[in-house]
């Protein structure tokens, strides 16, 4: 069994569409988490979301927003997709304990034309 | 300013040789730091995690250490393997930041050649 599932895996748009990625975790984990891997390879944080409150990284535009139906959840949706977003996404997951490790996603390659 | 700093960014090595991969950082507190492998188009895969206590953790052909006086870690891979090609990145989590609680360092690209 998967522990965290992205869909879609790859994702190829034009400008000016809007967007989601969905997440699930079946981990039973508290927080989830988007990041991003520039194509440098950096991993860079966007969100970071528990039960309690939502974490945005204060860099990311607005354009981007992560809505958590429930616990297992938690989607990414992007608005006004521009050329720059183009990247590769990762959902991760972990528990709310010191020694967390993050377990992740298989990634989605966004590629916006 | 928390930071995670990796060197080299990128190492070819021959199939069967070892290779040692660094880390420096400067988060604070610090709680623990993981080294993650991420093959080609996966998501990154947790090797090993050390706390404050620990110096050394193996994991296979994987020994990781930790001076957590001076701030550093190591990565030795042993008798490389052609799957051991892949991204490897430091992590580090700290205790006080409530965002994502982990910092990345921007890995090491390792290609093992036959």
């Known amino acids: 069994d998967t522990a965290v599932s992205q869909t879609p895996k790859y994702l190829v748009t034009q400008m000016g569409n809007d967007k989601s990625i969905k997440c699930e975790q079946n981990?039973?984990?508290?927080?989830m988490y988007w990041y991003k891997q520039d194509s440098k390879k950096f991993l860079k944080i966007m969100f970071s979301?528990?039960?309690?409150?939502?974490?945005i990284n204060e860099t990311v535009p607005n354009r981007f927003s992560p809505k958590s139906p429930d616990k297992a959840h938690l989607n990414l949706h992007i608005n006004s997709l521009e050329l720059g977003d183009s990247a590769v996404y990762f959902c991760?997951?972990?528990?709310?304990?010191?020694?967390?490790?993050?377990?992740f996603g298989q990634g989605t390659r966004l590629t916006v034309v | 300013k928390n930071q995670v700093e990796q060197s080299p960014q990128s190492l070819i090595i021959l199939e069967g040789k070892n290779c040692t991969l660094q880390?420096?950082?400067?988060?604070?507190?610090?709680?623990?730091l993981r080294w993650y492998k991420q093959d080609t188009g996966r998501g990154p895969v947790s090797l090993t995690i050390?706390?404050?206590?620990?110096n050394t953790k193996s994991n296979g052909r994987y020994t990781a250490t930790l001076d957590a006086d001076t701030k550093q870690s190591s990565l030795h891979i042993t008798a490389s393997q052609l799957s051991d090609s892949a991204s490897y990145i430091c992590?580090?989590?700290?205790?006080?930041?409530?965002?994502?609680?982990?910092?990345f360092g921007r890995g090491t690209q390792l290609t093992v050649w036959p």
């Open positions: 979301y528990n039960n309690k409150e939502l974490i």
């Open positions: 050390m706390t404050f206590s620990e």
């Open positions: 981990l039973g984990h508290d927080t």
């Open positions: 992590v580090v989590t700290d205790r006080g930041s409530t965002l994502g609680r982990l910092y």
């Open positions: 991760a997951s972990s528990t709310d304990s010191e020694n967390t490790e993050a377990f």
């Open positions: 880390c420096n950082y400067t988060v604070s507190p610090f709680s623990n």
